[in-house]
């Protein structure tokens, strides 16, 4: 891909991932000239905005750490009380309860998409992806010599999942279809209805379901937050989760949980292939597992998802309200969870702009902000926004990118 900043060319890299993207475009940054700080609403990392978890669950931490009772080698599915601890935490929403030999802990929730893509695995099979989706279900799929393939979102209808895409690409080497919710890069959070329908199509297709929930209980607007394990009755479910949603994704926690309430689906081949996943990759750090009892409980004692969520529906609407005064991009989605949601361009009102790539580089170029083109995340002519942001960052950013547009405008119109 080539684009022209200033009347130079730039290639951007082949093949571009997310992290490839971000560099590429902090590359082309000119903090120098324009005399502005960067600021990026291109990623869902709330730490990197000052943002922290509860001090409960750092004490929990500190206090695992300097026990000394866990720095030798541990279990390599996961500390029996980390294990038990998160069996116990989604059970809750559940209307069965998880055993502790249902969940493997994982280095992040990266290892356990790399995990359940490697257990599943079989020569010649496809997986299915929903577009706009995460990368790196796409790069542990061609890592593990998977077909990608790709469903549609129906962005008009709050991002639900097009049923009739699914059964147009999935066929008898179909191995699994990943189901995004919270959605991440949407914003959207499915109803019940949409998931029971994902659930019974993935049953009559004799599909499993990887269902992403990293931002799980991170649903602030009008649709709560549904586990999919509450229809592992009528499909076989695999959970994923990670430490993102107390807002530490540093700490590398993550888990793959297999939701079978029935034991229709029991495989013990399966079983035993993610057995030896894990007796090759460890997981995160003993004393962070260690401290996972105690950081599930003080954190929700102490109200934190409550608190986070209220923060990013106030971040959330603010992003929402000022991006509805920039004519050039199109704002018919309000973003109900996660962290960040898609905003559609209208390139036919820009001027020597001519994709989303170029839209975010200029952007960067001329001032300072960061913010993810769609064809990253499988979406051409789209942006993503982070709003999990100081509202500070926020207003400046949009400000800026309001800016930009008006600039960039066929009719020149000066900013207020």
């Not at 309860?97 to 280095?107: A, G, K, Q, R």
């Amino acid at each position: 891909m080539e684009n022209s900043v200033d009347g130079n060319e730039i290639e951007a890299p082949n093949n571009i991932t997310i992290g490839g993207t971000l560099r590429f475009l902090m590359a082309n940054t000119n903090v120098e000239q324009s005399k502005k700080q960067v600021i990026s609403l291109a990623i869902g990392d709330p730490a990197r905005f000052g943002f922290n978890t509860d001090v409960s669950a750092q004490e929990a931490v500190l206090d695992s750490l300097l026990s000394g009772k866990f720095n030798g080698y541990f279990p390599t599915g996961g500390l029996p009380q980390a294990r038990k601890a998160i069996a116990d935490y989604l059970s809750f929403d559940l209307p069965y309860n998880l055993s502790p030999d249902d969940v493997y802990i994982t280095s992040g929730c990266t290892q356990a998409i790399d995990m359940v893509i490697s257990v599943l695995a079989r020569p010649g099979s496809n997986v299915l992806l929903p577009r706009p989706g995460f990368h790196t279900y796409e790069i542990c799929s061609s890592f593990r010599n998977i077909e990608a393939r790709y469903y549609d979102l129906l962005p008009h209808n709050g991002w639900e999942v097009n049923l009739e895409t699914v059964e147009s690409v999935a066929d008898l080497n179909t191995v699994a279809m990943v189901v995004i919710n919270p959605g991440n890069p949407c914003g959207s959070v499915y109803n019940h209805r949409n998931l029971e329908e994902i659930a019974e199509m993935a049953g009559r297709l004799r599909i499993p379901v990887i269902a992403d929930e990293v931002f799980g209980h991170l649903a602030f607007g009008a649709t709560p937050f549904v586990p999919m394990g509450v229809f592992g009755s009528k499909a076989r479910i695999f959970t994923l989760g990670s430490s993102k949603r107390w807002f530490v994704p540093g700490w590398r926690l993550g888990w793959l949980v297999m939701n079978d309430p029935s034991g229709e689906f029991q495989d013990p081949k399966l079983v035993e292939r993610a057995k030896k996943y894990c007796d090759i990759c460890g997981g995160p750090a003993t004393f962070i597992q260690a401290a996972v009892p105690r950081l599930i409980q003080q954190t929700a004692e102490a109200g934190f998802l409550a608190n986070t969520n209220k923060m990013l529906m106030r971040t959330s609407n603010l992003c929402y309200d000022k991006l509805k005064e920039i004519p050039s991009v199109g704002c018919g989605f309000k973003p109900e969870g996660s962290v960040a949601f898609m905003v559609k361009l209208n390139l036919s009102v820009l001027e020597d702009i001519g994709d989303d790539m170029e839209f975010c580089l200029k952007l960067a170029k001329e001032e300072s902000l960061i913010i993810l083109p769609g064809f990253a995340v499988g979406l051409k002519n789209w942006i993503k926004i982070a709003f999990a942001a100081e509202p500070v960052s926020i207003e400046e950013g949009l400000r800026r990118l309001k800016a930009f547009c008006l600039r960039h405008s066929k009719q020149q119109i000066n900013p207020a």
